[in-house]
């Protein structure tokens, strides 16, 4: 039997395209992205409301943030890895796609290393990387749309969204080959986080949902958020009990907005327990 929640939402402001979010534990504080906009934001978790703390800006698309244990940002702009220092300074890491690439660079994680993992959209082939020793290591690079990115609670199964052919790969990590889990039918599959047990959460862009599914890819849960475009996802909070899912209004005519007005906004819901969130190691 699959079981229903429905999510509640959690900001007064919308954006266009918001993505990636990321519990920094250390700090209690949100992280998430939106993406066209350029903009990286912070925010502070009230039960299961989100009050916006602050931005920063960048002159192009912002695809995923990650977090050092010193507080350190790795910001994954259009084609390259920038690190912002606590104190505001801005440093080149790598660059990952050429310049003048029509892509760009979109979803990233961090693996249970500390090594951060990015992937690309909008080039003829799409690419999946690992940031490690200074450089880029290919993981995939026969993708449609690279999307989100998950590791099961050991850390020896690794999951990954290939968004056009609608698809959740697994594989051992970090040398294992690649296999279909689960399709999605009904929307695109988007970003993703995993639980404590083990399940996957995942974001249904298209389908105003995100699904729970079990290691071996069955339907567990349904979570119903009033926003057709649900992104990404992640657990946050004290106790690691709240979802956090991200929304847009990308692609949205203003009739669909007219009736979705909630559409662009964050939203929580309560299903269970989350895993914390690793943190990037800059020096690997």
Request: hydrophobic share 40%.
């Amino acid at each position: 039997m699959i079981t229903r929640h429905t999510a509640q939402v959690a900001t007064e402001s919308g954006y266009f395209l918001g993505e990636g979010p990321v519990w920094d534990a250390d700090r209690q504080r949100l992280l998430w992205v939106d993406i066209m906009a350029g903009h990286v934001h912070e925010g502070e978790l009230l039960g299961d409301r989100i009050e916006p703390a602050g931005t920063l800006s960048f002159a192009g698309s912002v695809g995923a943030v990650a977090v050092a244990e010193s507080g350190d940002l790795l910001v994954a702009e259009r084609e390259t890895l920038t690190r912002v220092h606590p104190d505001g300074r801005r440093t080149p890491l790598a660059r990952v796609l050429p310049e003048g690439a029509p892509g760009r660079l979109n979803d990233g994680a961090v693996d249970p290393s500390g090594r951060f993992l990015v992937g690309s959209l909008g080039n003829d082939r799409e690419v999946l990387v690992r940031f490690e020793d200074g450089a880029c290591v290919t993981i995939d690079d026969d993708l449609t749309l690279s999307n989100g990115l998950a590791w099961s609670p050991a850390g020896d199964r690794f999951y990954s969204v290939d968004t056009l052919t609608r698809t959740v790969y697994v594989r051992d990590y970090p040398d294992g080959d690649r296999s279909v889990l689960c399709t999605v039918d009904d929307g695109y599959p988007d970003g993703l986080c995993a639980d404590a047990d083990g399940n996957l959460w995942l974001a249904v862009w298209g389908g105003g949902r995100v699904e729970c599914r079990s290691p071996e890819g069955e339907l567990l849960a349904v979570v119903e958020v009033d926003a057709p475009h649900t992104s990404s996802v992640a657990f946050a909070g004290p106790e690691l009990d709240v979802l956090v899912i991200t929304t847009a209004t990308q692609d949205l005519s203003p009739a669909d907005r007219e009736r979705r007005p909630l559409s662009g906004r964050l939203f929580t819901a309560r299903v269970g327990t989350g895993l914390r969130t690793p943190y990037w190691k800059p020096g690997i």
